[in-house]
């Protein structure tokens, strides 16, 4: 990896994600650990209110604020398939990126970047037209605002369809999240494919952050390089798991910033 890249790396967590009195995360125990956030857009979770106090904690963080658009799914919490037209994709983007970014206007900050969460991020990865309809929809919004993507061989269609729409890419790791010896990502339903453990999290994530190979599930081993890593923040152990991040990639020499 090139020592200039090696140098430093964002760390990031979904954010904004609480809806009415319940609260998915303490984000004044998990900011403090991050360079950047991915606020929910209120179709897959998070209330206009309950945004207003999130981005409000992020900018007094310093942090740098993204978008996190999803499908339509409050029950599902984003995480469940849904088939949709072209144009209805397009408008849902469009108007969640508009929404945020009032309420983000409002506080004195700006948006970031945008990065699809669940399963539209999913499926924008298998699917060409889903992953061109959302990179058209940010280019028509704000043609300046990168998009967070899949790093790795299972990134790829949809990194080249932002590329062409011209849209700028950051890559993106997940160190809570085991891989395959081909650099994917391993699915949800293989055993071990989700690590929770704080220390084991944070070695993968110095690793990914410094070009280390780490040990692949079922075998091998793998490397992983990315712009971005991605701490999942829609649990209660978010706040550690960061911390112990954060703590590693400082004490390996790699500088936390937003990229």
Known sequence: MDPERAAQVDVAADAGESFGRYAVVDEAALFPHLSSVHLACGFHAGDPAGLRRSIARAVE????????????????????HMSLATDELFADVLYQLGALGALVAVAGGRLHHVKAHGALYNDMHA?????????????????????????????????AAAGRVGVRVVTEAFPDRAYLASGELAPRSMDGAVISDPEHVARRAVAFATGASVPALGGGEVTVTAETLCVHGDGPGAPAVAAAVREALTAAGVAVRPF
Not at 63 to 77: M, N
Not at 131 to 154: F, H, I, N, Q
């Open 61 to 80: 963080a310093g942090l740098a604020l993204g978008a996190h658009p999803g499908y339509r799914d409050l029950v599902g919490f984003g995480r469940r």
């Open 127 to 159: 699917n060409e037209r889903l992953a061109d309809t959302v990179a058209r929809a940010v280019a028509a919004y704000r043609p300046d605002l990168p998009l967070v993507l899949l790093a790795g061989p299972g990134g790829a269609m949809a990194r």
